[in-house]
């Protein structure tokens, strides 16, 4: 069963649609963000991390949200997530460390959904009738499974995918909660690792499971997806 497409980008329930951006607007956007993200990213590149990483440990019971800030701030500016949580496994373990790690996916998920949408609202409707309207109509129409699918795959950087997500009109909820489920396996997974790496030796079976399940999650919608299609495209 597909999802019902939701409002487009910009409209409000019970209000007036929003004014339209003009081009030049979104361009100007679309630029303070650039720059913003190159500077974040530069400013990450020069970090102390190991003598960070040991100011973090030493905040004792504060350090599982100082990791999840920094880790969600890294992610925004576009640093791979595996080596985010395997450093969120390493710092506080698999456990703490695995719900931290959590936590930074979502803050960035939901940062980078809304810079996207500030940036880029309404991008793809102006491109009525081309490729990109034709992609955000798929993913509308899909909703969770979309969310699911492009999570699950490593098509782009965790944060990258949450920045072109703010530019279509798929619903924050659907979005956050596609993301949520699909992080969770691998979350664990890289956690588990950073704290092996950590602390050698208690590396087992069960490190894989979390990957495993997310493998076949992820063949899974693929295949669905895949079904779907051809029957949308048969002639009735």
């Not at 993200?37 to 991390?49: D, E, F, Q, R, S």
């Not at 950087?157 to 699909?182: D, Q």
């Not at 690792?193 to 499971?209: D, E, L």
């Not at 029957?231 to 009735?236: E, N, Q, V, Y």
Request: positive net charge; charged residues 15%.
């Amino acid at each position: 069963m597909t999802d019902k497409p939701e409002r487009p980008v910009g409209a409000r329930t019970g209000d007036s649609q929003a004014a339209p951006i003009s081009r030049k607007r979104r361009f100007v956007r679309l630029g303070v963000l650039t720059a913003l993200i190159a500077g974040l990213a530069v400013a990450a590149a020069t970090l102390p991390l190991r003598e960070l990483g040991d100011a973090v440990v030493a905040l004792g019971p504060g350090a599982a949200v100082a990791v999840a800030v920094l880790g969600g701030l890294l992610l925004s500016v576009l640093v791979p997530r595996t080596a985010v949580t395997v450093a969120c496994g390493a710092l506080l373990g698999a456990a703490t460390g695995a719900i931290a790690a959590l936590a930074a996916a979502l803050i960035a998920a939901i940062a980078t959904y809304y810079a996207g949408r500030w940036a880029g609202r309404g991008a793809l409707q102006a491109k009525a009738g081309g490729r990109l309207a034709r992609l955000d109509g798929w993913l509308n129409r899909r909703g969770l499974a979309a969310v699911l699918l492009v999570r699950f795959l490593p098509l782009a950087p965790f944060g990258l995918v949450g920045y072109a997500y703010g530019t279509t009109s798929v619903c924050r909820k659907r979005y956050l909660l596609g993301t949520t489920i699909a992080a969770i396996p691998s979350t664990i997974t890289y956690a588990v690792i950073g704290a092996a790496v950590a602390t050698p030796g208690k590396m087992s079976a069960i490190t894989v499971a979390p990957a495993l399940i997310s493998f076949v999650l992820s063949t899974a919608i693929v295949l669905r997806w895949r079904q779907t299609s051809r029957r949308t495209a048969t002639p009735a």
